[in-house]
């Protein structure tokens, strides 16, 4: 049972564009969200995340959404620039542990 | 400012084989810390966590296990080695009291040949 699914296994975007990655979760006592990307051979690197007691929390280029009665949330990267190029995960925070879901591979094209 | 290191980078052991993988962090105390694994095109699962010196939970029964033999030290052992261990294993902390962020080391590279 995934609790945590990022749907989209791929995602292209033309740089200066806006990115937008979603990730769905079922467990209803999620209560922190976090974004993360990870690039070949090394260990992901936290971007941004957000309480369940707020929707929105920006940070730069990153902005992350949360909507709570869909169960879904969403990292938007505008603009997309081509060191944006990565795998990105969502992970949703259950008492002492994370649990992650697939990843999304972001390519920025020039 | 914290820092985690892992070693080896990468490791190529043959089936039967023995295994062990150390991790350190620097820079905090009493941090949580964390084994993952990730398979080849899947993504982050945990495999162990640690909320102090030698309390370990197991999250997924195999042949695998963890060790916390002082505060920011935690080893990850087999002692025979399958081909299904291969994969990229990751350690990370995160800080007393706060689950939250993790902070995640370089990986280790295993091939089980």
């Known amino acids: 049972d995934q609790q945590v699914k990022q749907n989209s296994p791929s995602l292209s975007v033309q740089e200066g564009r806006i990115s937008i990655l979603n990730c769905d979760y079922t467990?209803?006592?999620?209560?922190?969200f976090l974004w993360y990307k990870k690039y070949p051979a090394e260990g992901p690197t936290f971007l941004i995340s957000i309480s369940s007691i707020k929707d929105k929390n920006e940070d730069g280029r990153f902005t992350v959404f949360l909507n709570k009665s869909a169960k879904h949330l969403s990292l938007h990267i505008v603009p997309s620039q081509p060191g944006d190029s990565a795998v990105y995960f969502c992970?949703?925070?259950?008492?002492?542990?994370?649990?992650f879901g697939q990843g999304t591979r972001l390519t920025i094209n020039p | 400012s914290q820092t985690i290191h892992q070693w080896p980078a990468t490791l190529v052991q043959p089936v039967g084989s023995p295994l062990s993988l150390e991790c350190t962090v620097e820079g905090t105390s009493n941090p949580n810390l964390y084994w993952y694994r990730q398979a080849a095109g899947r993504g982050l699962q945990l495999l162990f966590y640690s909320v102090g010196i030698g309390q370990i939970s197991s999250e997924v029964p195999q042949n695998l296990s963890a060790s916390r033999p002082q505060d920011r030290q935690f080893i990850l052992s087999s002692k025979k080695l399958l081909l299904s261990d291969s994969g990229f294993y990751l350690c990370?902390?995160?800080?007393?009291?706060?689950?939250?962020?993790?902070?995640f080391g370089p990986g280790t590279r295993l091939t089980v040949t």
């Open positions: 992970a949703a925070s259950e008492t002492q542990k994370l649990v």
């Open positions: 467990n209803s006592m999620f209560d922190y």
């Open positions: 990370a902390w995160s800080l007393d009291g706060g689950f939250y962020e993790q902070y």
